[in-house]
């Protein structure tokens, strides 16, 4: 299985950028990166995935590097609601999602 | 088009006793998935379903767990008899497809939290 390493907690200052890191080094050529954040007291919320490529869409960018052994999911402006622990999935071995314990992020007013 | 349906939303019984979740999928969505989720981790899968068929319950406990999706739409899982360590949010989940594609996203429910006391 592809381990993905996120760092447990971050803070950011409400409408500055977050930048959020992933490291998964062992992932394989065809696996690709998901990203969810989940919202206290709520389902996980899918972001983007993204293979080789970066990614856009309109909730985040996704920056995977060259090698593919990590990623960087971007939230442009943050918001007070953007306040959640988000995951870095780095496996899908026959659609399964195995999550890790993911970043908690603060927005901070 | 409406989301992932998870009833009931709260539950708190007594150890020993037993609970049944209900999942409802998004519509044409064939691979649904039963998740736990422990305070403070991040969320486990117990079990996952091609259409009426179980693809991996492997992470199931057997002993006290069943899940069945019956016409390959709606799911039940069940707990009996329950433990003080079954107290978690139970996640249900659905993609599209089984296999990982371009596009194949998997949708989470709100989730059912449980309490054992």
């Known amino acids: 299985d592809a381990k993905t390493t996120q760092p447990p907690s971050m803070d950011c200052a409400e409408g500055r950028a977050a930048n959020l890191p992933c490291n998964h080094s062992?992932?394989?050529?065809?696996?690709?990166v998901y990203w969810y954040r989940q919202i206290h007291s709520q389902g996980p919320q899918y972001i983007i995935h993204g293979l080789k490529n970066n990614e856009t869409n309109e909730m985040a960018s996704l920056i995977i590097t060259e090698d593919r052994k990590s990623s960087t999911l971007i939230l442009p402006h943050a918001t007070l609601r953007d306040t959640a622990v988000y995951y870095c999935i780095g496996i899908l071995l026959g659609n399964q999602f195995y999550f890790g314990t993911g970043t908690s992020l603060t927005v901070i007013p | 088009e409406a989301g992932v349906a998870q009833s009931p939303r709260y539950k708190i019984i007594e150890k020993r006793q037993s609970v049944a979740f209900w999942c409802n999928p998004i519509s044409g969505h064939a691979t649904l998935y039963w998740y736990q989720q422990i305070l403070g981790q991040g969320p486990k899968l117990l079990i996952q379903f091609q259409n009426n068929g179980v693809v991996d319950d492997s992470q199931l406990p057997k002993d006290r767990f069943s899940a069945e999706r019956l016409k390959g739409v709606d799911s039940t899982l069940k707990i009996q008899p329950a433990k003080l360590e079954d107290s978690a949010v139970y996640l249900c989940?659905?993609?599209?497809?089984?296999?990982?594609?371009?596009?194949?996203?998997?949708?989470f429910g709100e989730g059912s939290w449980l309490t054992v006391v």
């Open positions: 989940a659905s993609s599209r497809w089984w296999e990982q594609r371009p596009g194949n996203t998997i949708y």
């Open positions: 062992t992932i394989s050529g065809n696996e690709y």
